[in-house]
């Protein structure tokens, strides 16, 4: 199993630009979700899914949309890029009903708004 | 709104000590805790989770406590060794959605 991927590792945008970040798992996971860290503040939720077709946002979803169109795929689009989010963003999936939520996170996607 | 708070941003500790790390939760009682363990440029890894009901859960060298009481959970790295140093985290839930402490950054002198 490759566990929960992003794409890109790197990206650097210029304020007003849109993007999207790729995040795929290949654990068959019903719930994923998208964080955001920065220096000093700890992750913070910014979308999330409970399944396909199923989406709600976390605690700071301004500027970002999400969609689950299948159980392995959950990309974030950033709508118009702001200095503000500037951050490293990590995926996360978990399984639904387990009894250990364990909760397995991608590697990260590093993002500089100029 | 709910929150958690690591008190320390970092913890030095010479080798073979025991590491102690504090999570307290204010506005809210988390069904359950879980802690991460995050190394420079990676994401978080699961090490432990705690429900309300459960005082104490032991893994390997890892101890965690959860004190409803006193609203916090306390993280024990036993035996430390250099290769624990690392960013932990702490994180709580009444359903799917965690809420993360900033973390605490534990630094074990050989």
């Known amino acids: 199993n490759a566990g929960v991927t992003q794409t890109p590792k790197f990206q650097v945008l210029k304020t007003g630009q849109s993007m999207t970040l790729q995040c795929a798992q290949d654990m068959n996971h019903e719930y994923m979700s998208w964080y955001r860290q920065d220096p000093g503040m700890g992750l913070r939720l910014i979308h999330y899914?409970?399944?396909?077709?199923?989406?709600d946002q976390g605690e700071v979803p301004n500027g970002y949309n999400v969609s689950r169109s299948t159980t392995e795929d959950f990309p974030l689009r950033l709508l118009s890029a702001a200095p503000s989010q500037t951050s490293v963003y990590f995926c996360a999936s978990r399984t639904r009903g387990a009894t250990e939520e364990t909760q397995y996170f991608g590697p990260g996607t590093r993002l500089l708004v100029l | 709104s709910q929150k958690i708070e690591q008190n320390s941003e970092a913890l030095n500790i010479q080798e073979g000590k025991t590491a102690t790390l504090t999570c307290n939760y204010t506005n809210y009682s988390p069904a359950y805790l879980q802690w991460y363990r995050q190394d420079p440029g990676r994401g978080p890894v699961f090490l432990l989770l705690i429900r309300e009901n459960e005082k104490e859960k032991r893994k390997e060298r890892l101890k965690v406590t959860f004190d409803t009481t006193l609203k916090q959970s306390l993280f024990h790295i036993t035996a430390s060794q250099p290769a624990d140093s690392a960013t932990y985290l702490c994180?709580?839930?009444?359903?799917?959605?965690?809420?993360f402490g900033a973390g605490t950054t534990v630094t074990v002198r050989a």
């Open positions: 994180a709580g839930s009444n359903d799917y959605k965690l809420s």
């Open positions: 899914s409970v399944g396909a077709g199923i989406t």
